[in-house]
């Protein structure tokens, strides 16, 4: 069965860095696009990153680009989110997750929680 398990969120000041933790199981991790996605309070899901089973296509969203930068470890089943520079709109839970319209619609994690104050 799939699990996900996000982590590393937190409450942090404007300008602030975190780095937030994916930990995967249940499928073949090293071959699968894999990305995070938020939800601000009272807001649909947004895409942020995703990142290639390879590595080394790392598209981001315009709104975090220059900022966030996503990477794994498929050694350790688990992928990153690398978050400087961070914004009050940055707020928001955030999820790990596959290729939407795919068997990983039916499974998200509980995300992390990033707070960013002004």
């Known amino acids: 069965q799939v699990q996900l398990v996000e982590s590393g969120g937190g409450a942090v000041q404007s300008g602030g860095s975190l780095r937030l933790s994916c930990a995967a199981s249940?499928?073949?991790?090293?071959?699968?696009?894999l990305s995070w996605v938020r939800q601000a309070p009272g807001k649909g899901l947004e895409w942020v990153a995703t990142?290639?089973?390879?590595?080394?296509?790392?598209p981001v969203a315009d709104s975090v680009s220059g900022r966030f930068t996503i990477s794994r470890d498929n050694a350790k089943n688990t992928i990153y989110l690398q978050m400087n520079s961070l914004k009050p709109e940055d707020t928001a839970i955030y999820y790990c997750?596959?290729?939407?319209?795919?068997?990983?619609?039916?499974?998200w994690g509980q995300g992390t929680q990033v707070t960013v104050s002004s």
């Open positions: 997750n596959g290729p939407s319209g795919t068997y990983f619609d039916d499974y």
């Open positions: 249940g499928f073949n991790f090293g071959g699968e696009t």
């Open positions: 990142i290639a089973s390879h590595g080394s296509i790392t």
